[in-house]
């Protein structure tokens, strides 16, 4: 069964705070994590890592962000992690979720911003940039909160694709400073927003 957005989005951010990776760490293959389904819903390709029902490609690394960790929520629902040092040594990182649409894209957005506010007691912030010019069909928020006694800017960028989302979700601690703002902004306009869905199944 898959988690809600509530559940998703508050899964990651605890599985990130804690994520501490070396300074000299070279970059491993990615650490799999299953809350639901199986791991079967993805396949894992040196440090590229392939979403199967979606037909969707993770990149070994987008800007100078390497691809760390993967996680399976349920049937088709999955997301990656990309972190230069991980989230528990105050870097900026950025989670990618691949989902089937269930509704409209407005929907989703009102949804999102409501789980973040939510989570992260926060207030809206002028954007720090544009849509890449891949993403200009979809939606975008940056905030500014709260979470565990940590201050951040955070926020979101989701686009439709057919019949599946594809939502990126970035936080940057204020530890990582205006450093950390243009490597997330670098990485997010370098993701691959134009994607095409696998055609859905006639079975």
């Known amino acids: 069964m898959k988690l809600g957005a509530i559940p998703r989005l508050i899964v990651a951010l605890l599985l990130l705070l804690v994520f501490s990776i070396p300074h000299s760490a070279a970059v491993a293959q990615p650490t799999l994590v299953v809350l639901g389904g199986d791991a079967d819903q993805v396949s894992i390709s040196g440090n590229e890592v392939r979403h199967k029902a979606a037909n969707f490609l993770f990149p070994e ?33 950025i989670t990618f979720y ?25 207030t809206r912030l002028p954007s720090a940039t544009a849509l890449p010019p891949s993403a200009a069909d979809g939606r975008s928020g940056w905030f500014k909160g709260q979470y565990e006694g940590k201050s951040a800017t955070t926020g979101y960028i989701v686009v439709q694709r057919g019949h599946g989302f594809l939502m990126a979700r970035y936080t940057i601690p204020d530890v990582a400073g205006q450093e950390g703002i243009e490597r997330t902004i670098r990485a997010l306009n370098a993701a691959p927003w134009n994607w095409t869905p696998a055609p859905r199944s006639s079975a």
């Open 98 to 122: 691949v989902y089937p649409a269930q509704h409209a894209l407005a929907e989703e957005v009102a949804t999102i911003q409501s789980d973040l506010i939510g989570a992260w007691s926060a």
């Open 61 to 93: 690394q987008i800007g100078d962000m390497p691809l760390r960790k993967v996680t399976i929520y349920g049937s088709a629902d999955a997301s990656v992690d990309y972190t230069l040092r991980g989230g528990g040594n105050g870097d900026a990182w």
